[in-house]
């Protein structure tokens, strides 16, 4: 089968490999109908990240099941699934306590089974990674766009502004205008905020974040961006989601928490931020900083009733649809922000 491969900084190729094949008795094979290129890839596109050469990449898998093993249970060949970012059993101590992104036999795709950016992969314990779709919605295109987008970013502006506490009524910054950003937006609007500050540096995806639900947007290249929020917000916002994980935004979420707030960070931390925050600003303000990778799984049925019910639709964050050979066009377009999220759609 064909699937994309990475083969160094900006080459990602579409090379012939071996189908996947069942391995274990809780193993699935899944065709793949929809997947994306993510933000998180461009790390590795652009050289940031160590990734070997020849690996495969994606992890954003939805499609229909083509063979299952002995043991599997709730999924049959023929389902449509979506699947998480992460894969998890849905049985050990850390699933059944909701953080499925700590899995004790999980993983994540194209690290420990195929990427999803292919023809097919083998889905590691089926039963509890894959989410089988409703059979009614199976050939309605515009309802899928909408449930493609929990398994990764959806779920994970999601999982911000959990960690943030976002409450009805509440008042709510988004740092970062990138997918989950927006996503963040969308949360935050959907667990009843009144007022949501989107704060990013591109005016169009701001526009975006705006039709998503944000009251106010604040363009943070400008130097004077956190006094303006400070000012909006008469001394900082009590729920703060955190989207991007670079030193500056995560330190930016920390002089804009209020006293007593609450940070929920979900970008994944890179460079200095990995260290060096002023936690000392946070212990004063007793603010709390909670986040991680977003146990997407946990979310997924929540969420899933939402989109069919039609009160959320995160598609509009794809603005730009490729088929397999499109690619590493599609990995172009976002490293040259030309596009915010691509689809892909084989
Ligand atoms: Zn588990």
Redesign the pocket.
Known sequence: MRAAVFHGKNDIRIDEVPDPKIEEPTDAIVRITHTAVCGSDLWFYRGLQDYPAGSRTGHEPMGVVEEVGDEVRHVQKGDFVLAPFAI?????????AGV?T?????GFWAGITDGAQGEAVRAP?AD?TLVRIPEQVRDNDPLLDALFPLNDVMGTGHHAAVCAAVEPGSTVLVIGDGAVGLCGVLAAQRLGAERIIAAGHHADRLEKARAFGATDVVDTSSEDAVEEILEMTRGGARHVLECVGATSSMQQAIQLVRPGGHIGYVGVPHGPAKSGLDIISLFFKNASFRGGPAPVRAYMKELMDDVLEGTLDPSPVFDMTVDLDGVPEGYRAMDQREALKVMVKL
């Open positions: 998890s059993d849905g049985t050990c101590e850390f699933c059944r499925h700590s899995c004790t036999h999980g314990h509890g």
